[in-house]
């Protein structure tokens, strides 16, 4: 018989050591290789003589390319060699972005950008919040807030040096920055720190504790193959999956655009080192959203959490829509609306695991990952172009509320789906488990 995993008793539970390698992927990769993006849409698009909304096509295709790729990560990250899978695409990623620094058309930027959507899929969106939920039984909340966090905190630290590097060396040589910083933050914790859950280190997750009794005493232990929840058949037969799929896309929607900022601040006639200001704000503003809200939804719940996230969301799009060329209007309601993305990227996982449960819970969330990456791409390219047909961005913000009404209302949709679904999950469990004891 397997010995029963371990509690860790005394010293750093290495579940915090994952938060911390989670942290580094996140600022890493999210913080630079996507929050970093949208200051060179401007001075790429000048300077190759071209639209902002077809520069930003790539931003929608690296989407699109993540998204598509998201079932694979579902499937092999629970079964295959984790370390191999996230440090080769940390390598592909942040090689991949330094070459942008050598384009000279759109297309170009297009084919790159299906590669580190390909590469990404395996980094940061499904892999961290999945391997949070493993690792952590309690403070998941406080954990996923601060690892998510750091893609803030590497946004915010360095947008401000990449667009002084822009106005100072030229997009080419801050391109290849990016890429190599990308890739000294994160190479090192998937090739070395990151183990996918905690029996891969003989361990129980943080928190976890009072369950080795249980663990260590075969004649109350269940069938621990088998957890409460919607399977994957019973989602798509409920309609469980397509509901999360576009609570994925619409709250990432309603975050699109953070990529634009820049091209507002700039369209306002700010300066470079001010419009690298206002992103940062806007990064600010996500860091201190999930520092917030991640502890706020361990002792009020999540829906409750969303609802205040979602508060300063509103205001924070009424500032940048009405505040006009007020610079403080414009950098507070920019620091607001980060709030949203920490939304999307600390709520999705856990509103989903609240709606289907933990049996197929690693399939079923890389579905709303896929909505995420899928339909909250089209979000920018859609800003971009309402730019480049009007010449203002009201209309994309206009748009942008639009979406982020929507996404509140598919919440509220999926917890209520969740509701008539549960107890044919829970038949289904019952019935499972009494057939493997019976055998």
Not at 13 to 33: D, E, N, P, R, T
């Amino acid at each position: 018989m397997a010995e029963a995993p371990a509690a860790k008793k005394g010293g750093l539970h290495y579940a915090w050591v994952i938060m911390i390698a989670c942290c580094f992927i996140q600022a890493g990769q999210l913080g630079i290789i996507m929050n970093c993006g949208g200051i060179f849409l401007q001075p790429v698009s000048s300077s190759i003589g071209c639209g902002r909304g077809d520069l930003a096509i790539y931003m929608t295709l690296q989407a699109w390319a993540l998204a598509l790729t998201m079932p694979l990560v579902g499937k092999w990250l629970p079964t295959k060699n984790i370390n191999v899978l996230m440090t080769t695409a940390a390598v592909i990623d942040g090689c991949a972005f330094a070459l942008m620094s050598q384009l000279t058309a759109p297309w170009m930027w297009w084919i790159d950008a299906i590669v580190i959507g390909c590469a990404s899929a395996f980094l940061f969106f499904a892999p961290v919040p999945m391997m949070i939920q493993n690792w952590f039984a309690k403070k998941k909340g406080l954990a996923l807030g601060i690892a998510t966090c750091f893609s803030g905190i590497g946004g915010a630290i360095l947008s401000p040096i990449l667009s002084s590097l822009i106005a100072s060396a030229g997009w080419h040589t801050a391109y290849i920055v990016g890429g190599v910083v990308s890739m000294v933050l994160t190479i090192p914790f998937p090739a070395f720190v990151i183990k996918f859950k905690p029996a891969d280190k003989g361990m129980l997750p943080y928190g976890a504790e009072e369950g080795v009794a249980q663990a260590a005493n075969p004649a109350k232990k269940q069938d621990t193959t088998i957890e409460r929840g919607i399977s994957t058949q019973l989602g798509w037969k409920s309609g469980i999956i397509f509901i999360v799929f576009f609570i994925g896309g619409f709250m990432s929607l309603a975050t699109s655009f953070t990529n634009h900022l820049p091209g507002l601040a700039s369209s306002l006639g700010y300066a470079s080192a001010a419009i690298g200001l206002l992103a940062s704000c806007n990064m600010i503003g996500n860091m201190v959203g999930k520092l917030v809200l991640g502890p706020l939804s361990d002792k009020i719940g999540v829906k409750k959490s969303v609802a205040v996230g979602y508060v300063v969301v509103f205001v924070g799009l009424a500032l940048v829509l009405l505040g006009g060329g007020n610079t403080f209007a414009l950098y507070l309601g920019a620091a607001f609306y980060g709030v949203g993305f920490s939304v999307a990227t600390l709520f999705l996982p856990l509103i989903v695991a609240e709606i289907v449960g933990k049996r197929d819970y690693p399939k079923i969330y890389s579905y709303a990952t896929s909505g995420n990456a899928f339909i909250g791409s089209l979000g920018i390219t859609i800003c971009g172009f309402c730019f480049d047909f009007t010449g203002s961005y009201f209309g994309a913000l206009a748009f942008i509320v639009v979406a982020l009404i929507i996404a509140v209302l598919l919440i509220v949709a999926g917890y209520v789906r969740s509701k008539h679904v549960m107890p044919i999950a829970d038949a289904e469990y019952e019935e499972l488990v009494g057939k493997q004891t019976a055998e």
